[in-house]
C-alpha cells in the first residue's frame, strides 16, 4: 500500500478551517469539496490514459484519452457524498458506484447497509470517497468489497488518516495482488480511546448533514 500525504500549502489553510469547530455545515460542505478536487489532482495521477488521433486546426496529432473501461468513483455513504462532486469536477466522465457502511461507535466495527455497484468489476479502477480513515475497519471494508468483485487498482482519497488506520489497512491488504494508495490532505497524530481522530474535525458525516440520532 502507497500512501501520498499532500503537501501543498492550499491544503493546509482549507484544511484548517475545515477542523476550526465553529466552521458551520455550508462552509464545511464547500470546503470539503475543494480539498477533494486538490487531492483529486494528484489522485488521479496514473488512471488510466491510451492515446488517441485529433486533428487541431493546424495539424493532425495525437492526443491522450481516459481509456476504458471508465474509472469508477465509490463515494462511502454518508460521509463520503461530501467528496464526489469535487471527485467528478477532474472526472467527469467517470462512473459512479454507491457504498453505504456505518461504524458501530461502541466496538468500532463497519457493517455495509446498502450497495448499488457494478456486479463485475474486472479491470476497473477505482477511486473511493471516505473524508475518515480511523481504525481502517471501514475503508478496509470497502476495499475488499470491490476487490472481490474484480477491481484491479484501487485509490483512496480521504481528508484526513491516523496512523494506526493506516497500519492495520496496510496488515490486512497485506496478501492483496491490487495495488492500493491512499491519498490523504494530513496524516494526524492518533487515535483517541473512542477511536477519533486526534486533532482530526470531529464526526465528518454530522459536520456535512447533522448530527443522527
Ligand atoms: O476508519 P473507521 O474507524 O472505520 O472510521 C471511519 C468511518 O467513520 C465515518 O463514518 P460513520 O460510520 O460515522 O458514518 P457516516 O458517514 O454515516 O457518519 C467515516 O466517514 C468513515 O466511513
Ligand atoms: O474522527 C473520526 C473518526 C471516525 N469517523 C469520523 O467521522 N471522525
Ligand atoms: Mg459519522
Redesign the pocket.
Known amino acids: 500500500m502507497r500512501t501520498l500525504v499532500v503537501d501543498h500549502p492550499l491544503v493546509a489553510h482549507k484544511l484548517t478551517v475545515l477542523r476550526d469547530e465553529t466552521t458551520e455545515s455550508p462552509t464545511f460542505r464547500n470546503l470539503a469539496d475543494e480539498l477533494v478536487t486538490l487531492l483529486a489532482y494528484e489522485a488521479t495521477r496514473d488512471v488510466r490514459v491510451e492515446d488517441c488521433a485529433i486533428v487541431t486546426p493546424v495539424a493532425p496529432t495525437t492526443g491522450t484519452k481516459l481509456a476504458a473501461p471508465r474509472p469508477l468513483v465509490v463515494p462511502i455513504l454518508?460521509?463520503g457524498l461530501g467528496m464526489l462532486d469535487g471527485m467528478m469536477r477532474l472526472l467527469p466522465t467517470a462512473e459512479v458506484g454507491f457504498l453505504g457502511m456505518v461504524r458501530n461507535e461502541e466496538t468500532l466495527e463497519a457493517s455495509t447497509y446498502a450497495e448499488r455497484l457494478p456486479d463485475d468489476l474486472s479491470g476497473r479502477q477505482c477511486y473511493v470517497l471516505d473524508p475518515m480513515l480511523a481504525t481502517g475497519g471501514t475503508l478496509a471494508a470497502a476495499i475488499r468489497f470491490l476487490t472481490n468483485r474484480g477491481a484491479d487498482h484501487i485509490t483512496a482519497v480521504c481528508l484526513l488518516a491516523a496512523p494506526e488506520g493506516c497500519a492495520r489497512l496496510e496488515d490486512e491488504l497485506a496478501g492483496l495482488d491490487v495495488p492500493v494508495t491512499v491519498v490523504v490532505a494530513a496524516m494526524d497524530e492518533r487515535l483517541n480511546e473512542k477511536g477519533y481522530i486526534v486533532p482530526g474535525l470531529g464526526?465528518?458525516?454530522?459536520r456535512l448533514y447533522g448530527v443522527v440520532g
Request: proline share 0%; hydrophobic share 35%.
Open positions: 454518508r460521509a464526526d465528518a458525516g454530522d
